[in-house]
């Protein structure tokens, strides 16, 4: 069964630095890997999606990488601001399964 | 606007009552999904439906129900049977055998005492 892991759990950082979130999944046969970020008490809102054949999907400030054959994903977040401040979850769908979600990393940017 | 709305945002309940979560869509999304989330845990997916009048358990089934009458609505109904219903209730949609994207729902928190 597929397990979806992040680290680290939490995460504090200064303003303005770069910094990496990993997710690693322990079956590389996935159809597309979801990045999300959920603020307190609310839904979550799609950052970006890696499908299989992909190596890497950029938005803004956002680049995520997949590397399927090691089981890992990575969310860089470039010269970081207080209102990035939120959990950041991934999530994979493995063929023939459903979404299956890590537990998040809370990432807290301080001006 | 397109999107997914859940309501209501919060719900009490005292124990033994059943309880229903609304989710409404107008993506035009053919699957749709409930999950479960707890504090420091990922999302647990309770059930799930790929179209209308189908739908399937997910991996923490037991305790509650669904229905899917029209493409557009998918409520949740958390029975007495659940024993631990309080939690943080989130609806999604996709288009299945697509990109797969899943959006979500703002969330309902329930809270049964």
């Known amino acids: 069964k597929q397990e979806v892991t992040q680290i680290p759990a939490a995460l504090s950082v200064p303003e303005g630095e770069n910094l990496v979130l990993n997710c690693s999944f322990t079956?590389?046969?996935?159809?597309?890997l979801q990045w999300f970020r959920q603020d307190p008490g609310k839904g979550l809102t799609s950052l970006l999606l890696?499908?299989?054949?992909?190596r890497e999907q950029t938005s803004g400030r956002l680049n995520a990488s997949l590397d399927k054959s090691s089981g890992r994903s990575t969310l860089y977040i470039a010269a970081s601001q207080p209102g990035d401040s939120a959990t950041y979850l991934c999530?994979?769908?493995?063929?023939?399964?459903?979404?299956?979600f890590g537990p998040g990393t809370r990432l807290s940017v301080l001006p | 606007d397109g999107g997914i709305t859940q309501s209501p945002k919060y719900l009490f309940r005292k124990e033994g009552q059943n309880v229903t979560l609304s989710c409404e869509q107008n993506?035009?999304?053919?699957?749709m999904y409930w999950y479960r989330q707890d504090p420091g845990q990922g999302l647990r997916l309770i059930y799930y439906?790929?179209?209308?009048?189908?739908?399937q358990k997910g991996d923490i089934a037991e305790g509650y129900s669904v229905s899917r009458e029209k493409k557009e609505s998918f409520p949740l109904t958390v029975t007495s049977a659940q024993k631990n219903p309080t939690a943080f209730y989130l609806c999604?949609?996709?288009?299945?055998?697509?990109?797969?994207?899943?959006?979500f729902g703002p969330g309902t928190r329930l809270t049964v005492t």
């Open positions: 999604a949609s996709s288009i299945p055998g697509g990109v797969d994207e899943q959006y």
């Open positions: 993506l035009n999304h053919d699957a």
């Open positions: 079956d590389s046969a996935i159809y597309n």
């Open positions: 890696i499908q299989s054949s992909q």
């Open positions: 999530a994979v769908l493995v063929y023939g399964q459903n979404f299956v």
């Open positions: 439906s790929q179209i209308v009048n189908d739908f």
